[in-house]
Structure formats: C-alpha cells, structure tokens
C-alpha cells in the first residue's frame, strides 16, 4: 500500500507535466498576444506564497552506510506530504512541510521548517535550492532533529512548477535518515 502513494503520485506528476506544455499552446491560443507576456524573471518573485504537495521516499542509516540495490528496495519508506513556502525575497525564503510515511502510527510522521536560499537560474525557469532547518518526528521515537539539503525546482508558468529534493536528517540520536521529495508547487 505504501508504494501506491509514491506510483500515484509520480503519475500524476508526469500527466500533468506532460499536459503543461499543452496548457500554455492552449491558454495563448484563447488569450491575446498581449494578455500572454510576462518575463521569465516572474517565475520567481518576493513576496510569494506558494503551496506543495509531494511524495517523499526514505532511507535509513544502515542504507545510506551499504547502498545496494536490494537494500534501497526493501528498506524504502514511501508517504505523502504537504507544505508551504513564504519567501520574503526572490531569493530567500522561508518553509514548512508534513509528511506520513506509515499509516500505523502517528498520522504525521514529521514536520519542519527551513530557512530556504534559491537561485533562479536566467530565463531557463530552473531554480536551485539549498536549505537547513529543523523539526519533530512523531512516529516510533518522538525527537526532535536538524535537517539541511538541496534540489531543484522548474516552472511551467508564474503559478505552478514540480520539484526534486533530498535532506539529511539528523535527530537528537545517533540514527539518521535521507529523504527525498518530489512534487508539484502552488504559487500565489
């Protein structure tokens, strides 16, 4: 039931990233010329509140430390999240997020927040990030932890766009875990 989260959402990714390209040919077909213009700068703008909806997948120690693909198969966690992003600057922001990776306890497994730099990149529509922070988790042993990680965001358009992440998690223990998102994101 766990990878169910994951496929559903990687699908839903792709059919909307392929379907976004069609978008943006049939929203200048309907708008005029000049309704259509914006500058790529826009993408990324102060003041922008934006809203995500993710899949996370994650590893423990004892993977990270003897990568195999067997391992990475049968030790992944898969689960669902949500967050929300303010950045104050084009370039700096700060976040929050939630996700649930098993249903047997706790029904959120973690939340965060993080300090967010990022680094639009021309009129490409990519946007390298970094970030650190930190939060609580609440499944199996509740502690809490400091986080710090990067990845990559893309816009289709000033309001939407899908990122890749990944973080380093660190809890005030000596076992740590790596997570990786993948999701669409609002803006507002």
């Known amino acids: 039931m766990k990878s169910n989260y994951g496929f559903a959402l990687l699908l839903a990714i792709g059919v909307i ?25 826009d993408l990324y703008r102060a003041n922008e509140l934006s809203v995500d909806g993710f899949g996370t997948a994650s590893i423990g120690k004892y993977t990270i430390n003897h990568p195999s693909k067997a391992r990475v198969r049968n030790n ?10 303010y950045f104050i600057t084009r ?7 939630a996700y649930s ?14 300090l967010t730099l990022r680094l639009p990149l021309g009129d490409s529509g ?12 609440f499944d199996l042993d509740q502690a809490a ?15 939407m ?19 990786v998102r993948l999701g669409m994101r609002f803006a507002f």
């Not at 990233?17 to 700068?41: E, V």
């Open 91 to 97: 370039n700096i922001g700060i976040s929050a997020d």
């Open 76 to 85: 992944t966690e898969f689960g669902v999240g949500m967050g929300v992003n």
């Open 145 to 159: 932890f400091a986080q710090a990680g990067g990845g990559i965001e893309y816009r289709f358009c000033p309001r």
């Open 126 to 137: 990519f946007a390298p990030y970094i970030f650190g922070g930190g939060g609580c988790q």
């Open 17 to 41: 990233s392929i379907s976004g390209t069609s978008l943006r040919a049939a929203d200048t077909n309907s708008l005029s010329h000049q309704d259509m213009k914006y500058d790529q700068a």
């Open 161 to 179: 766009g899908v990122f890749l992440d990944a973080r380093g998690v660190v809890p005030n223990e000596e076992k740590y875990y790596g997570v």
């Open 101 to 114: 990776e098993d249903t047997g306890g706790a029904f959120i497994d973690s939340a965060s927040a993080n």
